[in-house]
């Protein structure tokens, strides 16, 4: 079972609909983050969460929710998206935050597409 | 402002040797990273350097010159399989990853 486990890995969505996006880390790892990957662009960090509690949020527009229900699991809570929001969207987990953040363990990404 | 520069894209053939720079600039400095992240996966912690000098990780080593805001991944003997991008990421004095756009690298028979 790897690390770092995130669904769907590819999603097709309208501009109108409401989905979410989920990771799950069996790492026993205290803090959790979502990045946003398009193409040659630098990693986005958007959110960080610290044993459930968000410690970062990086001006994410409010179209993307995220939740942390326990220090496995991660959601992203996506509606009314744009098509520039289509990209990879990684998940991933370190031991700590802040210390250790330098090495992440990182989910394979869901690939979305807004139409 | 915060900046990581890094090539876009290089090429190099099978069993050659092959350095990726990396040029920094942030608020602080907390260590430089290196990531391998092959098409369609997950990006993999490669390298951790802080202090200046050379770290050797089997065919992969990495460099950091902290007064020049320079590093550079060397990878040696190439194999087909290290076709692949690779990112340079700075931490800043507030634990921050700063990232590079990532390096893709073409390796040829």
């Known amino acids: 079972e790897t690390g770092v486990t995130q669904t769907p890995r590819h999603l097709v969505m309208g501009m109108t609909n409401k989905k979410s996006l989920k990771c799950e880390q069996h790492l026993g790892h205290n803090a959790m983050y979502w990045y946003k990957q398009s193409a040659k662009k630098p990693l986005e960090l958007m959110f960080v969460y610290s044993l459930e509690e968000r410690v970062e949020n990086n001006s994410v527009p409010s179209r993307f929710s995220p939740e942390c229900p326990n220090s496995s699991h991660l959601f992203l809570h996506l509606h009314t998206l744009q098509p520039e929001d289509s990209a990879l969207y990684l998940c991933?987990?370190?031991?700590?935050?802040?210390?250790?953040?330098?090495?992440?363990?990182f989910g394979e990404g869901s690939r979305l597409t807004v139409l | 402002g915060q900046n990581i520069d890094q090539p876009t894209e290089m090429t190099a053939t099978e069993g050659a040797i092959v350095q990726i720079n990396c040029t920094y600039q942030t608020s602080g400095f907390n260590g430089l990273f290196w990531y391998q992240q092959h098409a369609g996966e997950a990006p993999t912690f490669l390298s951790y350097n802080v202090l200046d000098g050379l770290e050797e990780k089997g065919r992969f080593s990495s460099f950091l010159s902290r007064s020049k805001g320079y590093s550079y991944l060397l990878l040696k003997e190439l194999q087909m399989k290290d076709s692949a991008s690779y990112l340079c990421a700075s931490m800043d004095s507030n634990y921050q990853l700063i990232w590079g756009a990532g390096t893709k690298l073409i390796i040829k028979p």
């Open positions: 991933a987990s370190s031991p700590h935050w802040p210390e250790n953040t330098g090495e992440l363990f």
